[in-house]
């Protein structure tokens, strides 16, 4: 479950979130009855619909990528939005973007290298810079190095290097809430705990582990 409460459709009074129940959910109520046509639960909705503005706004964020004004590429820019998702380990963000890469015709091979792309073949130069400029993002939060900006702005141009920029830095973002508040395929436990040795009192040999009398 989600780590904030879900509104349920009683309780909707602002008209954003009555509106994008209605388009996804039909008459069901999502709390009560989970489920989109995309597979996931959909309780991404219901919790970003404890503060109508923070939705409406967020809605407003689909709307401006998938606007037709954008200049961008679709195809790149579902890159940098899949592999943002794959980067900060959101696979609600990754899987959906990889659903969204394969609606615009890109092959099975490409979606599935984006995990490993600098050691895939299958993506073009233009391709590959707009991977390695998402983990200078993602990973090295901003800092990307002169060449590799260069060679993207120059064959995509001012416009294309802003829309792509800020879209997947939004992407960044709804990555890192959905793991944070554990919304749709991002609600999982933590895999990194420690794991019980057989007994504590005697560390297995090879750990130098060294006990105070022995130093």
């Known amino acids: 479950m989600p780590r904030l409460r879900q509104v349920s459709r009683a309780e909707a009074a602002a008209p ?29 909705w219901p919790t ?56 615009l015709g890109v092959t099975e091979d490409r979606i599935a290298a984006v995990g490993h792309w600098p050691a895939a073949t299958c993506f073009t130069d233009l391709e590959r810079f707009v991977l390695a400029f998402t983990d200078c993002l993602v990973l090295d939060r901003g800092r990307v190095p002169d060449e590799l900006f260069a060679a993207l702005r120059d064959p995509l141009g001012d416009e294309a290097m802003l829309e792509l920029t800020y ?24 895999r990194v705990v420690e794991v019980a040795g057989p007994d504590s009192d005697n560390p297995p040999v090879g750990l130098d582990i060294a006990r105070p009398e022995d130093r």
């Open 48 to 103: 970003f619909a404890n503060v109508p503005d923070i939705l409406e706004h967020a809605v407003q964020g689909f709307g401006l990528y998938q606007s037709p004004r954008r200049v961008l590429d679709p195809v790149l820019r579902e890159l940098g939005q899949a592999r943002a998702g794959w980067a900060v380990g959101s696979q609600f963000v990754f899987s959906q973007h990889c659903k969204s890469l394969r609606a």
């Open 16 to 44: 954003i979130i009555t509106t994008m129940y209605d388009r996804l959910f039909g008459d069901r109520d999502p709390v009560a009855e989970p489920g989109t046509a995309t597979g996931t639960s959909g309780d991404w």
């Open 167 to 190: 879209i997947t830095a939004l992407y960044l973002q709804h990555a890192v809430m959905s793991r944070a508040l554990r919304t749709e395929w991002d609600d999982v436990d933590e």
